[in-house]
T-cell receptor, first 113, second 111 residues
Framework: SQTIHQWPATLVQPVGSPLSLECTVE??????LYWYRQAAGRGLQLLFY??????ISSEVPQNLSASRPQDRQFILSSKKLLLSDSGFYLC????????????FGPGTRLTVT | LAKTTQPISMDSYEGQEVNITCSHN???????ITWYQQFPSQGPRFIIQ???TKVTNEVASLFIPADRKSSTLSLPRVSLSDTAVYYC????????????FGAGTRLFVKA
């Protein structure tokens, strides 16, 4: 069966510090991968998606970047965090069904202070 | 990408059937309709997906009229643990499959 991991689970970082969040998927190959951010009490905002190694599409201009160095690894990064980067970060992979259902990881709660 | 519209919130009582309707007037021919459930501090969980007519699984039913411009998620006999946010999405599994999650419907089940 497929599983998706994210770490760390929680993170508190000062403004201006770098960020690296990691997501890995097991039990599937060549998955489509996604990074979302969710502000408190809000819906999910799509940040990046990837259809393969080294292929990243950005949805929102911002100080974040994403990379996919391996087939089942997706990394979200920032060189300098802003207060507005605080939120709940979710990684997801897309299932094989025709409708493209997505399966989400446990998330990372980031607080920028 | 088709935009979806859902009620912001709904209240119900334990044991009742809950129906949440989603409007998607601009749904494309190849789009599927997918519903997710999200609890606080967790990622959304896939509930059900359909293309037309009716789909049922162990958790919910999904009703889709012939024009596909709306869909209704039906939760039979809800319990307190069904209190969550429910999202309706439309899209198709091609290419990068961009997705747009709206604000969802906040369901509150009372005892």
């Amino acid at each position: 069966s497929q599983t998706i991991h994210q770490w760390p689970a929680t993170l508190v970082q000062p403004v201006g510090s770098p960020l690296s969040l990691e997501c890995t998927v097991e039990g599937t190959s060549n998955p489509n991968l996604y990074w979302y951010r969710q502000a408190a009490g809000r819906g999910l905002q799509l940040l990046f998606y990837s259809v393969g190694i080294g292929q990243i599409s950005s949805e929102v201009p911002q100080n974040l970047s994403a990379s996919r160095p391996q087939d089942r690894q997706f990394i979200l990064s920032s060189k300098k965090l802003l207060l507005s980067d605080s939120g709940f970060y979710l990684c997801a992979w897309r299932g094989p069904g025709q409708g493209g259902e997505q399966y989400f990881g446990p998330g990372t709660r980031l607080t920028v202070t | 990408l088709a935009k979806t519209t859902q009620p912001i919130s709904m209240d119900s009582y334990e044991g009742q059937e809950v129906n949440i309707t989603c409007s998607h007037n601009n749904i494309a021919t190849n789009d599927y309709i997918t519903w997710y459930q999200q609890f606080p501090s967790q990622g959304p969980r896939f509930i059900i997906q359909g293309y037309k007519t009716k789909v049922t699984n162990e958790v919910a039913s999904l009703f889709i009229p012939a024009d596909r411009k709306s869909s209704t998620l039906s939760l039979p006999r809800v319990s307190l643990s069904d209190t969550a946010v429910y999202y309706c999405l439309v899209g198709v599994n091609t290419g990068g499959f961009k997705t747009i999650f709206g604000a969802g419907t906040r369901l509150f089940v009372k005892a």
